[in-house]
C-alpha cells in the first residue's frame, strides 16, 4: 500500500485510510460482479466477504 505514494499523493491517502479502517475494523470488502446477457448488462451480483475473524455482519 505504501508504495502508491510513490505515484500519486492520492494513493498515499487511500493506503492510509485502509490501514485506519483496518485498524479499527471497518473494513468492509464487497465484490459486485455484473451479469452479461448477450453483450447487455443483466443486473449484478454483490458478495460481502469478511475480513475480520469471529465478527458478525
Do not use: C, W
Not at 505504501?2 to 475494523?25: E, H, Y
Not at 464487497?30 to 469478511?50: C, P, Y
Amino acid at each position: 500500500m505504501d508504495s502508491r505514494a510513490l505515484f500519486s499523493p492520492l494513493g498515499a491517502k487511500g493506503a492510509q485510510q485502509i490501514r485506519t479502517a483496518m485498524n479499527n475494523r471497518e473494513l468492509q470488502y464487497i465484490l459486485v460482479h455484473a451479469s452479461e446477457n448477450q453483450g447487455t448488462l443483466a443486473g449484478a451480483r454483490m458478495k460481502d466477504f469478511k475480513i475480520f475473524r469471529g465478527e458478525a455482519r
